[in-house]
């Protein structure tokens, strides 16, 4: 529907020049900026999982884990039969959710060595190691009990470089709660903003690798200067947007 509002105030024949995914994109991208509804309703319903993550003592978060997922937090969760709307929706999100979390290291007794997310880093923000025949499950062993700082002998010794210099590189607070918190804001707090940001930049790069992309390509978006010079052009908006047209072939003949 936006869409369709938008060719008919550019053209009279109402044509669609570029697709839906193309006016999605930022405008610092060559798009539009308009709001993909699927991707925002995403952003809302992981909202309403991380709400259930954080307060998990609330009455909605107590009913909802007693009848969904009893065993396991909400990042565990898993379908069933006979959800009802309000868990089916919340379900939808938390896919996306699980693309932002990371935990922050306090005592590190409820953080899971080679499961859980807390590396800050965006390619992964698990151990690239593989565990093999290890033993050692819980982050709080990685830590050295005398001075409560990481035991760097044995990080070293049990992961690659890459990963060992991530994992020395996080502050420890021992004697506190580990903490979970949302990677793609400062202050750890979830924004639906950052996790729409997410869920695009990550549809960004499907789309891109069933284009046969390559992994530099895929791997984190550049940004191309010419779409910023122009939509900070000192002009009417009306001429910004021919010359957006322009840019992208889409003017009639």
């Known amino acids: 529907m936006i ?3 938008w060719w008919s105030q550019q053209d009279k024949d109402k044509m669609h020049w570029l697709s839906w995914d193309k ?3 930022a405008k610092e991208d060559g798009g539009l900026g308009f709001r993909d509804i699927h991707g925002f309703n995403m952003a809302m ?10 307060n998990p003592d609330s009455l909605c978060a107590r009913v ?3 009848k969904y997922f009893p065993e396991g937090g ?6 069933k039969s006979n959800m009802s709307y309000t868990w089916r929706s919340i379900l939808s999100g938390v896919e ?8 922050r290291v306090g005592d590190g007794m409820n953080i899971r060595i080679w499961e859980d997310e807390r590396i800050p880093r965006d390619q992964s923000r698990r151990p690239f190691t593989p565990r093999g025949h290890n033993l050692l499950t819980q982050v709080d062993e990685l830590i050295n009990p005398i001075n409560g700082s990481w035991d760097e002998e044995l990080i070293r010794e049990m992961f690659w470089e890459e990963d060992a210099e991530c994992i020395l590189s996080i502050p420890v607070h021992a004697g506190m709660d580990d903490l979970v918190a949302w990677y793609y804001n400062t ?4 924004t639906v903003r950052s996790a729409y940001k997410v869920f695009m930049e990550d549809k960004r ?6 284009r046969g992309g390559s992994s530099s390509t895929t791997a984190a978006r550049i940004e191309d200067p010419f779409w910023k010079r122009v939509w900070n052009l000192k002009c009417p908006k009306k001429m910004i947007h021919q010359l957006w047209r322009m840019g992208h072939d889409s003017l009639a003949l």
């Open 74 to 79: 909400v990042p565990k969760a898993k379908p």
């Open 205 to 210: 790069r499907r789309v891109e690798s069933r």
């Open 3 to 5: 869409a369709k509002f």
């Open 23 to 25: 006016l999605t994109q």
């Open 45 to 54: 319903s992981a909202k309403q999982a991380w709400r259930l993550l954080t």
């Open 96 to 103: 996306l959710l699980k693309k932002g979390i990371i935990w």
């Open 64 to 66: 909802l884990a007693a």
């Open 187 to 190: 202050c750890g707090e979830f």
